[in-house]
């Protein structure tokens, strides 16, 4: 089987190891695996590797890949809890220091970490996605995490408090909307001034 493997071509090969992932031949499981990360792959690497009893080749393949979450729930469902909750905080500082709150926020709450922490997570994505997105995207972004607040688990006073957080920020981002279209107008006049001074009819 080996031999008939390395015979295919290489999107051939990837094909066959996708279709049969569940069936594979313990013989063709290592080069396999090593297919499927150069093709990045990485869902299909990480259930093959599972299918095979190769636990801590997933957890290194997900952890490579940034995905501390799954790498913990793997970890934990094969019954080493201690070693899931290292991955937890693990990920929680690599999605902070990433600014990817979501993520930062799920490892937060599979540690079950104080409210008031996760509540600080989620003043940081709210001041992380105002700067880094456009007046909509911001606003979609912004909305999304208030609907996230009214489902968190917390008290009244707490989710009052970041309701009134998010909805500042969206006000703040419609003075600076406000703000950019005045400075757009004033600047207009100025411009047309300087075409006019160009001779010949490029402008007519």
């Avoid at 190891?17 to 063709?28: G, K, M, T």
């Avoid at 996760?118 to 996605?129: P, S, V």
């Avoid at 912004?142 to 998010?166: F, G, P, W, Y």
Wanted: with cysteine.
């Amino acid at each position: 089987m080996r031999e008939s493997f390395d015979e295919m071509g290489p999107q051939q090969r990837l094909e066959y190891v996708i279709n049969n992932l569940r069936n594979l031949p313990d013989e063709l499981v290592e080069p396999a695996i090593d297919l499927l990360l150069r093709a990045n792959e990485i869902e299909y690497a990480v259930v093959l590797c599972r299918e095979h009893g190769m636990i801590q080749r997933a957890v290194d393949i997900l952890v490579d890949a940034g995905d501390y979450l799954w790498a913990a729930q793997i970890t934990k469902s094969a019954g080493f809890p201690e070693e899931a909750e290292r991955l937890l905080r693990s990920g929680l500082e690599y999605y902070i220091s990433m600014e990817m709150y979501g993520r930062a926020i799920s490892a937060a709450t599979a540690l079950n970490l104080p409210p008031d922490q996760i509540d600080a997570l989620y003043r940081e994505g709210i001041a992380f996605e105002s700067r880094s997105m456009d007046l909509s995207r911001a606003h979609a972004a912004l909305e999304s995490m208030m609907s996230a607040v009214a489902m968190l688990e917390t008290d009244e006073e707490m989710k009052r408090e970041l309701m009134e957080a998010i909805q500042d920020e969206l006000e703040r981002e419609r003075e600076r909307s406000s703000v950019d279209v005045v400075a757009s107008q004033a600047t207009r006049p100025r411009i047309r001034r300087k075409e006019d001074e160009i001779d010949g009819d490029r402008f007519c």
